[in-house]
Structure formats: C-alpha cells, structure tokens
C-alpha cells in the first residue's frame, strides 16, 4: 500500500518562497503515473495547483502558474513543489497525490492516493 508523506510547509511572509516535498513509501507499481499537488483552504472547496504526468508534463492552476513549479524523481518516487513569490491567497493544507496506473489525464482527476498534507500560511 502506497503512504504519501508531505514536509516543508510553513508561515512566510508575502513574496518569501517554500519548497514542498512528498515521498511515497510502498511502492509496489512498476511504472509512476500521474502525480499532483492539492491545496485546501479553510472554508473552501480543495483544488488542484499543479499536476505531472508520465512523461514530465506538466499543468498549473492559473493563480499558480508562472510562481509554482511541480516536478518528481521517478527512482526515488519523490515529489516536490517550488513555490516562489507566495501570495496570502496560497494559504491552505498541501497535499500530494498519485494514481501509478494513470499515465496521463492528470489534470482535474480525482486521485485515489493522497497524504495527509502540510500547511502553508503566508502572511502579508
């Protein structure tokens, strides 16, 4: 059974950069398929920012493109987000996902293997 681990979140202030990691441990699949970062805020609905996909492609919530930047290590099964110029709109649990059978179609999909997450507050 596969287990998502996030780390490096924290408080920053606007404009400071975090940088998310996610390591998956039992991992029993021959192949790694789509991966991708969640985000949700209190009081709101949960969104996808980023998403990559068998062959490193990736997309980007609009609000995150251009600042956040996804990208894994297939061997060691490890994800990660560069978030630059953070905004107070950022804030929210992070959380890692993946579907190792799902090559591509990665954006908007509801992933069947997710962490626990870690929280981002960004202060102005």
């Known amino acids: 059974q596969i287990r998502l681990v996030e780390s490096g979140g924290g408080s920053v202030q606007t404009g400071e950069s975090l940088t998310l990691s996610c390591v998956a441990s039992g991992w029993e699949y021959s192949n790694v398929g789509c991966m991708g970062w969640f985000r949700q805020a209190p009081g709101k609905e949960r969104e996808q920012v980023a998403a990559?996909?068998?062959?490193?492609?990736?997309s980007y919530e609009d609000s995150v493109r251009g600042r956040f930047t996804i990208s894994n290590d297939k061997a060691s099964h490890y994800l990660s987000l560069q978030m630059n110029n953070l905004k107070p709109e950022d804030t929210g649990n992070y959380y890692c996902?993946?579907?190792?059978?799902?090559?591509?179609?990665?954006?908007?999909?509801?992933?069947?293997?997710r962490g626990q997450g870690t929280p981002v507050t960004v202060s102005s």
């Open positions: 996902t993946t579907e190792p059978d799902r090559r591509y179609g990665c954006w908007k999909y509801e992933y069947s293997i």
């Open positions: 990559i996909d068998a062959d490193g492609n990736t």
